[in-house]
């Protein structure tokens, strides 16, 4: 069988395991480059080079340098900014989607969103607006603007070292500056102006009370004399009725601990302020020996109780809004299997998804990426928790967090490593990679918070598909794909042919990562601009837009994945929004790649 026809197949299985989803995507790509070893694609003695490519580096040091941009506080100035805007949805629309792209051009562009999406959320409550009607265009934003700078998406940096890898120079730091910036522009116009009314109005997360309705399922339960439960601890009462029912709060005689700090021994008379439904509650009963309400020959108790529980104060116990993110530790796994409890010092209070609430056992839970989560703990430490887990909170979030001298610290150890990009005076990959040691070495963000910022199954995949993306030009498929295209545009101008490429690169990048889109095309776009005998740039530049403009699906880019949850979206809304934005996009991008890099 020819290298060509084994390379269509394997990636023709690597493509359908990315869409299916069952295994994540860093596995798929690391066993698409194994299997490519063994079939004789990839030599073997070259198999891992591409984990120390360029393009890796460059992105996890990217990476590292947003981590700092928001351990600084530089973004929080930023977003506290932007929260002072006033009513009006156009300028809402505007200021948010505007925030966004310029950030996402000098940082990661999923950093940028995390940083603004609570910024957005707290706006809608405010002004009481559905955060659908901000949040889809927030991520669009985060897309749109990572085309304007090198650093703002991956298949920038990996379009700029496949240019470098053919003989000639790497793309620089703003050479994707004069397409990108128009683009960017045209794209917020369309949203600003038009695009935001195709957007579903959904209730999503407006409030906490809206999705989780917390107080209504407030419950009291009295620890009543000779109970079962008298004597045991409040994981002793888990433990027995095999359940995590979230137990919000203690109460004894006039003192309310709040249940994540509660270790003591649970004595008679004491209150249980318990997230409970009618199963849980007979479960209680049952195994516990638990009542409902105070002494039941206290009448006056009994109304002051009920009082209570309608007018219970969630905030006092530190409760919190959380979206579990695409690379969060939580996919695929139970409260049980991640002792939140234990480990975290976290209570899972409840779960919504698509916009509504889950009224499942949490137990029986197993969280997927855009979940959003309410969970309680201890305030020191909650935010530590979150990002352990890989959660993003989407309330009470404090805003200007950092230290002044921080900030400039790392304002300038950025632009000190931008100059030496411009001037080439040091490659991209050195220079950033240098910038993010220095930042480190300073104490911009411990070497802790270094790593974690660094997005393990991204760099995986980039280090796994770049052979793979080179059997197929290596083994003559990437050739093949182009003569196809070459015949059924050979009678056409050269710019539908670009049309096409660009319709095909961007179907793609809505089904797998847009990393792997770029790596994928780029060779294909190598062997067109050598078929036309035109100049590589136009194509590179086409397909560098099309990879990151994945605004037909969820599962397309890790922002889009990010609002569905807190927006309430559902998979088939992105299409409204995300199909005219790529036509405008399309129709910007080509003439522009012409005018600015002609054939």
């Known amino acids: 069988m020819a290298d060509s026809t084994l390379v269509f197949t394997l990636l023709g299985l690597t493509l359908a395991a990315f869409v299916w989803g069952r295994f994540r995507y860093d596995l798929v790509a690391l066993a698409a480059l194994l299997t490519a070893v063994l079939l004789g694609l ?33 973004v929080d100035l930023i977003a506290e900014q932007a929260l002072k805007v006033g009513d009006r949805l156009l300028l809402q629309l505007l200021v948010l989607t505007g925030t966004v792209l310029v950030l996402s051009g000098v940082m990661n562009n999923v950093g940028a ?52 890898s053919l003989g000639g120079d ?29 957007v579903p109005k959904r209730a999503g997360s407006a409030s906490t009370e ?40 203690v109460v004894r005689g006039e003192r309310r601990h709040a249940g994540h700090t509660f ?15 009618p199963d849980e509650m007979k479960l209680l009963e049952d195994k516990a020996g638990l009542e409902v309400g105070p002494e039941p020959d206290d009448e006056s108790a009994q109304e002051d109780s009920s009082e209570e529980a309608e007018t219970f104060d969630t905030e006092g116990l530190h409760l919190v809004e959380a979206v579990v993110r695409n690379d969060s530790m939580m996919i695929n796994r139970t409260v049980a299997q991640l002792r939140l409890h234990n480990q975290y010092g976290l209570h ?43 959660c993003l909170p989407l309330a009470k979030r404090d805003l200007s967090l950092g230290q002044p001298r921080l900030l400039l610290v790392s304002v300038g150890i950025f632009t000190v490593a931008i100059l030496a990009m411009v001037l080439d005076l040091l490659p991209s990959s050195v220079a950033l990679a240098g910038a993010a ?20 199954p991204v760099i995986v995949l980039l280090g796994a598909m770049i052979p793979v993306g080179q059997a197929l030009e290596t083994s003559g498929g990437a050739a093949l794909i182009a003569e196809a295209m070459l015949a059924l545009g050979s009678d056409w101008p050269v710019v539908v042919t670009l049309a096409g490429l660009f319709l095909l690169s961007t179907l793609l990048s809505n089904v797998v990562n847009n990393a792997a889109a770029a790596l994928l095309m780029a060779p294909i776009a190598a062997s067109l601009a050598k078929g036309f005998d035109a100049s590589l740039d136009p194509f590179l530049m086409v397909v560098a837009v099309s990879a990151s403009c994945a605004f037909l699906t969820p599962i397309g880019h890790q922002s889009n994945t990010l609002v569905m949850g807190p927006g309430g979206y559902r998979f088939g809304d992105y299409w409204w929004l995300g199909l005219p934005l ?10 522009m790649v012409l005018l600015v890099w002609p054939l």
């Not at 790593?451 to 393990?456: F, L, N, P, V």
């Open 437 to 456: 040691l220095v930042s480190l070495l300073v104490g911009v963000l411990p070497l802790r918070e270094g790593y974690q910022a660094i997005d393990g």
């Open 170 to 198: 790497s793309f620089g730091m703003f050479s994707f500056f004069p397409v990108g910036a128009v683009v960017a522009l045209c794209g917020l116009a369309f949203i600003v102006l038009l695009g935001w009314r195709l």
């Open 263 to 277: 270790h003591g021994a649970l004595h008679e008379g004491d209150i249980l302020l318990v997230e409970a439904g």
């Open 210 to 249: 809206a999705m989780f309705d917390t107080a209504h399922y407030l419950v009291e339960l009295r620890v009543p004399e000779k109970a079962k439960a008298e004597g045991w601890t409040l994981h002793d009462l888990r433990e027995a009725i095999d359940e995590t029912i979230p137990i919000l709060a």
């Open 42 to 74: 990839v030599p073997a003695e070259e198999a891992f080079l591409g984990f120390g490519h360029p393009a890796v580096i460059t992105v996890a040091a990217v990476l590292v340098l947003s981590r700092g941009f928001e351990r600084s506080g530089l």
């Open 348 to 390: 899972l209070v409840a779960v919504a998804r698509d916009g509504g609430r889950l009224n499942q056992r949490l137990r029986d839970i197993r969280f997927r990426p855009g979940d959003v989560l309410l969970l309680q703990g201890s305030e020191s430490e909650l935010a530590e928790s979150l990002v352990t887990l890989g």
């Open 113 to 164: 969103l995390a940083l603004m999406l609570p910024v957005a959320i707290r706006m809608a409550r405010e002004h009481g607006s559905p955060p659908s009607l901000l949040l889809m265009p927030l991520a669009f934003g985060s897309l749109l603007g990572g085309l304007t700078t090198l650093i703002g998406t991956p298949p920038n940096i990996i379009i700029s070292s496949y240019r470098g």
């Open 582 to 591: 790529s036509l405008v996009v399309m129709a910007v991008t080509i003439p």
